[in-house]
């Protein structure tokens, strides 16, 4: 069975890793504000370059209509939306593909730390679209 290469998978992987330890260290049952706190921390230590809580323009049809934080922005690429609820559910997933149509980003991953296990998804723009310099 041939494996998909997913873009920035080497970066979504330290992402996961790092979630992966904190949710092992904390378990499930905080608020979404302590998972980004000790999620910041993982990542610094793994290396990784990232904006926390950076405000990011939201367009509609080429012209800006407001602003909205994303929890984490990585390594100017991936967005990361953190979850603290007991199930992801299909609400959540569209609400991650909005943003990265909003923000016109490639790709991002939806982190849910509210489950007994981590749960997380990978989410990719596909109507990403490669802006002119």
Known sequence: MEQKEYKYKEITE???GAAMKVHAALGNGFQEV??????????EESGLKFA???SMPVYYK???IGERRVDFFVEEKIMVEIKAIIQLENVHLA???NYLEAYNMQVGLLLNFGSISLQFKRLENQKYKVLEP
Do not use: F, P
């Open 52 to 54: 926390r809580e950076l």
């Open 62 to 64: 080429s012209r800006q």
């Open 34 to 43: 302590i998972y980004q706190r000790a999620l910041e921390i993982e990542m």
């Open 95 to 97: 609400q991650g593909k």
């Open 14 to 16: 330290k992402i996961i």
